[in-house]
């Protein structure tokens, strides 16, 4: 199916971008990672991959265009597929006639008259309290959604020298951990969010400039930042870190040299109780990644700790004179930070619970054909299909028959769509995200389960892109492979209704008016009643219990 890229928004202020140069022309076949274009920004000139393959069936902006964040880029699918529906009607000719170019020469006029006013401005502040040469970086705007931001990990620290193109921090967003990398050379001023702090969008990240400049006019007035710590609270902030250094994993080693490690490689080390001065880093600069956590192996100290521990447990264990027991302890808690994806997950939730009226609706069903028909599905050479494979691909045939439940409530409407974009729920350390099966219909089982593992192992590593996971209208969530019989899920907004899947149980049934064992699944969906009536609901898990129970209805 053909994909539309947009105009990136490349930077934290990027508000438009221009083509420097097309590194493929049309009809060009794309691999996914393969580069793009260049692009200008106002910062700097990026190279753009696609995310996508195929054919590059449409150029949006040609090499030298302006174009605004979001605007038509290129568009990306099979060989020879109808794009007109795409391009809403626009004709690539219109570019080349009059009226186009004279909105282009104005479009020019607009721009050099806000660069000239933009000029002004910076001759301004260059005279006010930005020395020349001094760069304020903010809270990039990572995704779409991205309210707020926190700093995972500095690669940079103070007085460090910093190239262009060089990550200056790891920024986890609702979404992803990504690096940041800097537009400016210089040296790093200073630190306005420290590691594991939460700050808004635009709120200022580090200021970057000639070594020795005084930025404290400019963290003064940059309100969202700290100013900064003179040094008295410097050493007693030094004092406090050696006080509990002792009972937190420490970022450095005994000479006081840093620690690089991944987010990741953090946590997993935090959750086996890992000293990460102890391992090697096999990453960039020695950085500690995944795989060395993995293949850790502990010291011989550890192993010499356990006899003493286990000598010491003897000696306290020796026999007393009986006590009347008195329960003793302290009370407690383990206060862990909820993370940007925790906060936005949260707030989604509780919106869609609050405004969306839910109604619950469950359906069992006879899951014996759909064994059958799987296991000879399966003795095919290089095939592999789930049972939750079989769900997705019911629902979403289910849903071409009831289209009023693959709908959107917006207050003044209800837009029923006619693509059906499957949201699949993926269970991950900090959540639940919901990447997304664009035209699920039209796949085939095969299709849906090698899409649902690739786009499942990317959430789990937290690879997915922002576009992975937008644009569903309907969700499935499967809880059966923990040995949930029957759940209700709080349904994915603006989609109109979410599918609770559970697992599949061998238990008495009735056929032919004999008791015997069968083999049944249930399956509840969850409808916002603005949008699906009880009626169109029930409708719905029936036609979708006639395609599970019999799988061949599905290929036909």
């Known amino acids: 199916m053909a994909e539309v890229i947009k105009m990136p928004r490349l930077s934290d202020t990027m508000e438009e971008g221009v083509v420097a140069k097309w590194l493929k022309q049309k009809g060009d ?4 990672g393969d580069i793009l274009a260049e692009i200008e920004t106002d910062k700097a000139t990026m190279e753009f991959e696609s995310f996508y393959e195929g054919t590059l069936l449409h150029i949006g902006i040609e090499e030298g265009e302006t174009a605004p964040v979001d605007a038509l880029l290129a568009i990306v699918g099979e060989e020879g597929e109808d794009i007109s529906s795409l391009l809403d009607g626009k004709d690539d000719s219109s570019k080349d006639s009059p009226k186009a170019d004279s909105k282009n020469e104005a479009k020019a006029e607009e721009k050099a008259e806000s660069s000239s006013k933009e000029d002004s401005t ?11 040469g001094v760069e304020v970086v903010k809270m990039p705007r990572l995704s779409d959604t991205m309210e707020e931001g926190t700093v995972a ?18 920024i986890e967003t609702d979404k992803a951990t990504m690096e940041f990398e800097s537009f400016y050379s210089g040296t790093l001023l200073y630190i306005g969010i420290k590691e594991g702090e939460t700050a808004p969008v635009d709120a200022v990240l580090a200021i970057i400039g000639p070594k020795g400049t005084d930025v404290s006019s400019i963290v003064e007035s940059g309100g969202a930042a700290k100013p900064a710590a003179s040094k008295k609270q410097e050493d007693k ?12 994993q420490s970022t450095t080693t005994s000479d006081g040299k840093r620690i690089f490690a991944s987010p990741l490689a953090k946590k997993m080390a935090e959750d086996l109780g890992i000293d990460l001065a102890d391992v090697k880093g096999s990453g960039e600069n020695n950085r500690i990644v995944k795989k060395d956590i993995e293949n850790y192996k502990p010291s011989e100290k550890t192993a010499e700790a356990k006899p003493a521990a286990a000598a010491s447990h003897e000696e306290k264990a020796q026999p007393s004179a009986v006590q009347t027991y008195t329960p003793a302890g302290e009370e407690s808690f383990e206060e862990v930070k909820n993370s940007q994806m925790r906060k936005t997950i949260a707030k989604r939730l509780a919106e869609s619970k609050y405004n969306a009226p839910h109604y619950y609706l469950t359906i069992e ?12 599905i399966n003795e095919i050479p290089d095939v592999k299909v789930s049972f939750n494979d079989l769900v997705i691909k019911a629902s979403a045939m289910a849903l071409r028959k009831h289209p009023r439940v693959n709908s959107q409530w917006t207050g003044d409407s209800t837009k029923i769509a006619k693509h059906i974009h499957m949201g699949v729920a993926v269970a991950v350390d900090e959540g639940l995200v919901v990447p997304v099966l664009k035209y699920a219909d039209q796949m085939s089982l095969t299709q849906i389960g090698g899409n649902v593992k690739e786009l499942a192992g990317k959430a789990r590593n937290k690879k997915l892109q922002p576009q992975e996971m937008e644009g569903s209208t309907f969700t499935v969530s499967n809880l059966g492979m923990f040995g949930i019989t029957e759940f209700t899920s709080i349904i994915n ?3 109109s209704a979410i599918l609770s899947v559970g697992a599949i149980v061998e238990k008495p049934v009735v056929r032919n008016g004999e008791i015997v064992v069968g083999n049944t699944m ?12 009880g009626a169109t609901g029930a409708q719905f898990l ?4 006639t395609y599970i129970e019999n799988p061949v209805t599905m290929l036909a």
């Open 153 to 170: 990990s500095w690669l940079k620290n103070e007085g460090d020298e910093v190239e262009e193109g060089e990550i200056l921090a790891e």
């Open 542 to 545: 029936e036609t979708l219990k």
């Open 122 to 132: 910076e001759d301004a502040s260059e005279e006010g309290e930005i020395p020349e």
């Open 522 to 533: 249930k399956l509840t969906l969850a409808c916002d009643h603005r949008t699906v009536d």
């Open 237 to 248: 902030k030094e004092e406090k870190a050696e006080e509990t250094e002792k009972t937190e």
């Open 493 to 495: 907004q603006p989609n």
């Open 29 to 32: 076949k794309i691999e996914e």
């Open 365 to 376: 069903v006879d899951m014996s054909n759909a064994m059958a028909n799987r296991k000879q």
